[in-house]
């Protein structure tokens, strides 16, 4: 049976700042460099083996992953687990601006310059359906909480509600086509 394991990154800079990340490369805290150390610990204490593991090409996901391949492998760069560029919104605060969650109901929206999510979904799609030609292959994706969503709609019609928080690890079956938040 393919599994997937979805890593979101450690706590970042913007986290803190309550800023919108999107595409802009923001480092980990020294707090999130703590919690990829401690989620490598954690994916091998319950046994995790991955086949592979792929990473944003993003800073926080990026080192993310190399904190965790320390315990788990080598991991290796996906370009399109991405975040989504949210095109004039990246670096505002807060996160939760009404106006911003206004704007992300519209899935075709591309933000002024941005990404639309129909454009996300597209390229984590191509990528899952690829994983999942692989039978009896686990991957760990390390990306973000955008990517996150897009990755849940993949296994179940739930989006817009789904988040998780950083360094959690969340998996999935490609068989059962659900997904469970450890």
């Not at 519209?106 to 639309?116: A, W």
Request: with cysteine.
């Amino acid at each position: 049976m393919s599994k997937l394991y979805f890593v979101r990154h450690g706590e970042s800079e913007w986290n803190v700042a309550d800023k919108i990340c999107g595409r802009t490369d923001i480092p980990l805290t020294k707090r999130g460099h703590e919690q990829a150390v401690e989620t490598g610990k954690k994916i091998v204490a319950e046994g995790i083996k991955a086949d592979d593991i792929l990473y944003s090409p993003l800073l926080r996901a990026a080192d993310t992953a190399k904190h965790i391949s320390e315990m788990t492998g080598i991991p290796h760069m996906e370009p399109r687990l991405i975040e989504q560029n949210f095109g004039v919104w990246e670096g505002t605060s807060p996160r939760n601006a009404p106006e911003f969650l206004k704007a992300k109901k519209d899935f075709l929206n591309r933000y002024e310059n941005g990404e639309s999510m129909f454009q996300v979904a597209h390229r984590i799609y191509g990528l899952l359906d690829e994983l999942k030609a692989q039978p009896d292959k686990t991957y760990i994706l390390v990306a973000h909480n955008g990517i996150a969503r897009v990755v849940k709609s993949y296994f179940s019609d739930m989006y817009a509600a789904f988040g998780v928080p950083n360094c959690s690890v969340t998996e999935f079956s490609f068989e059962e086509k659900k997904g469970t938040c450890k």
